[in-house]
């Protein structure tokens, strides 16, 4: 079945370093979502990419969407105290018999440290 | 607007014990998942439904029974709780049927412990 991968699994970063977590599916997905979790809290959405090679920014987060629409990476610059928590990404699978299933990767828990 | 209702919020059951997790929404939405939350496993999809009437199930379905009457309510069923169903329950709709490309929103969960 479909996998999303998210590595690293964990990051610790003093607060003002950058900070990347990238994604990889194992089949093609038709678009990504980006979702941040705060601790104790749900899952908010951040974020759809759609197009293969696409960019987007929002304030100090990039988001890329790979050629092959099989990966993406999530970069924070300049990271804040107010960024700690979970950030997934998901995506259903282009095509095939999958569709309606969003499949989650586990997730990098970010911590910042004042 | 209320969203997504998820209840109740916690819950402890003895193994062998059934009950059922609600789920609402007051969107419209067609789209209704829920999806458990183990530490180092993310998110991972129970069952699904695309609309009334229709379900389907997801990557952790065994354990668990779900059904769609209306658009509005989602409900997940524990037929005979287990330890290893001890999780973070979190359910979560959208606009979009089958495409799914639109962006899920999540009710606070249920924190489910079995003894």
């Known amino acids: 079945g479909q996998q999303v991968m998210q590595i690293p699994q964990y990051q610790h970063v003093q607060e003002g370093e950058d900070f990347t977590t990238y994604c990889n599916s194992s089949?093609?997905?038709?678009?990504i979502q980006w979702y941040k979790q705060r601790p104790g809290g749900h899952p908010v959405f951040l974020i759809q990419l759609v197009k293969s090679g696409e960019v987007k920014k929002q304030k100090r987060l990039t988001f890329q969407f790979g050629e092959a629409k099989k990966n993406s990476s999530l970069h924070i610059t300049a990271t804040q105290t107010t960024d700690v928590g979970t950030y997934f990404c998901?995506?259903?699978?282009?095509?095939?018999?999958?569709?309606?299933?969003?499949?989650f990767g586990q997730g990098t828990i970010l911590t910042v440290h004042p | 607007n209320a969203g997504v209702t998820q209840t109740p919020k916690f819950q402890v059951l003895k193994t062998g014990q059934s009950m059922t997790l609600q789920c609402a929404q007051d969107?419209?939405?067609?789209?209704m998942s829920w999806y458990r939350q183990d530490p180092g496993m993310g998110l991972r999809l129970i069952h699904y439904s695309v609309g009334a009437g229709i379900t389907d199930q997801g990557e952790v379905p065994n354990g668990y029974n779900v059904s769609r009457s209306t658009t509005e309510d989602f409900p997940l069923r524990l037929l005979s709780a287990a330890p290893s169903q001890t999780s973070v329950y979190f359910c979560?709709?959208?606009?979009?049927?089958?495409?799914?490309?639109?962006?899920?929103?999540f009710g606070d969960g249920t924190r489910l412990s079995i003894l």
């Open positions: 969107m419209n939405h067609e789209y």
């Open positions: 979560a709709s959208s606009y979009s049927g089958w495409q799914n490309n639109q962006p899920q929103h």
């Open positions: 998901a995506g259903p699978r282009a095509g095939g018999t999958s569709y309606g299933k969003l499949t």
């Open positions: 089949t093609t997905l038709s678009n």
